[in-house]
């Protein structure tokens, strides 16, 4: 039997370069690819283009993963930007929709990571702090680390019945680089992990084992850090197990 295909969105350069070819080029964090890889899946890196059919792609991959990035645009979730929102990226925000919702309806497994946790959450109705700092004064533990960004900072309490605890256990140690959070949780989700400030750090499908989505960024923390490298595993072996359905 074939490889897994595993569709990872792209983030794009958004910086201006004499390099042709970086301009607006797509790109992924080089750990993601690789524990992907690793596990024996082929990771395959999606530029967002425009009037995609999300359907195209659902038929032709196993499962998705929606990368960290920038904020999300808050007309998304019925907000006008405000001062403290950072930069944002329409066009990869029309097109992860049109991704993520077709994966949806398909029931691929889908795993969200940082931004992509935040993206899923209001794509099904919740809502996200556009600016955790400033609209959350009881979140006091710092979630943009100032330690280098593979390193783990602060502590999270895991749900004992959740997808992540058979990776994680009852309580991890994570990385932390965000200013925006999830809010208000969406219907059809789940909050099964939060830090000690009461930020939530996951979400999962209420009645599934369809989504996983988290705050932290464990695809810089696999290396050295057994516990991320099986939460990656345990989401390539849901697309292996929805592949033999």
Same mark, same amino acid.
Not at 67 to 78: H, I, L, S, W
Not at 136 to 158: C, E, L
């Given at each position: 039997?074939?490889?897994?295909?595993?569709?990872?969105?792209?983030?794009?350069?958004?910086?201006?370069?004499?390099?042709?070819?970086?301009?607006?080029?797509?790109?992924?964090?080089?750990?993601?690819?690789?524990?992907?890889?690793?596990?024996?899946?082929?990771?395959?890196?999606?530029?967002?283009?425009?009037?995609?059919?999300?359907?195209?792609?659902?038929?032709?991959?196993?499962?998705?993963?929606?990368?960290?990035?920038?904020?999300?645009?808050?007309?998304?979730?019925?907000?006008?930007?405000?001062?403290?929102?950072?930069?944002?990226?329409?066009?990869?925000?029309?097109?992860?929709?049109?991704?993520?919702?077709?994966?949806?309806?398909?029931?691929?497994?889908?795993?969200?990571?940082?931004?992509?946790?935040?993206?899923?959450?209001?794509?099904?109705?919740?809502?996200?702090?556009?600016?955790?700092?400033?609209?959350?004064?009881?979140?006091?533990? !710092? *979630?943009? +680390? /100032?330690?280098?960004?593979?390193? =783990?900072?602060?502590?999270? #309490?895991?749900?004992?019945?959740?997808?992540?605890?058979?990776?994680?256990?009852?309580?991890?140690?994570?990385?932390? !680089? *965000?200013? +925006? /959070?999830?809010?208000?949780?969406? =219907?059809?989700?789940?909050? #099964?992990?939060?830090?000690?400030?009461?930020?939530?750090?996951?979400?999962?499908?209420?009645?599934?084992?369809?989504?996983?989505?988290? +705050?932290?960024?464990?695809?810089?923390?696999?290396?050295?850090?057994?516990?991320?490298?099986?939460?990656?595993?345990?989401?390539?072996?849901?697309?292996?197990?929805?592949?033999?359905?």
């Amino acid at each position: 039997m074939s490889k897994l295909r595993i569709a990872i969105t792209a983030d794009t350069y958004p910086y201006a370069s004499d390099v042709t070819n970086l301009v607006r080029a797509p790109f992924t964090a080089r750990g993601l690819v690789d524990v992907i890889h690793e596990l024996g899946a082929l990771p395959l890196v999606l530029p967002d283009v425009p009037d995609a059919d999300g359907s195209d792609y659902a038929e032709l991959f196993d499962a998705l993963v929606l990368p960290g990035g920038p904020d999300m645009d808050p007309t998304f979730f019925g907000e006008e930007p405000t001062w403290k929102i950072g930069t944002t990226n329409y066009l990869r925000d029309v097109f992860e929709t049109e991704i993520f919702r077709a994966f949806r309806a398909s029931g691929k497994p889908i795993f969200g990571i940082c931004r992509g946790c935040q993206l899923i959450n209001v794509l099904m109705g919740g809502t996200v702090y556009q600016d955790l700092p400033s609209q959350n004064p009881d979140a006091y533990i !710092r *979630h943009s +680390q /100032a330690a280098p960004g593979g390193y =783990p900072t602060h502590h999270i #309490t895991v749900e004992k019945d959740s997808v992540i605890a058979h990776a994680l256990g009852e309580r991890a140690f994570v990385n932390s !680089r *965000h200013h +925006q /959070a999830i809010r208000d949780v969406a =219907p059809g989700l789940r909050a #099964t992990a939060k830090a000690p400030d009461g930020v939530v750090e996951c979400v999962e499908s209420a009645d599934s084992d369809q989504i996983v989505a988290v +705050q932290w960024h464990p695809e810089n923390m696999w290396q050295a850090h057994p516990e991320m490298r099986a939460l990656f595993a345990d989401f390539i072996a849901r697309a292996e197990a929805f592949r033999q359905k």
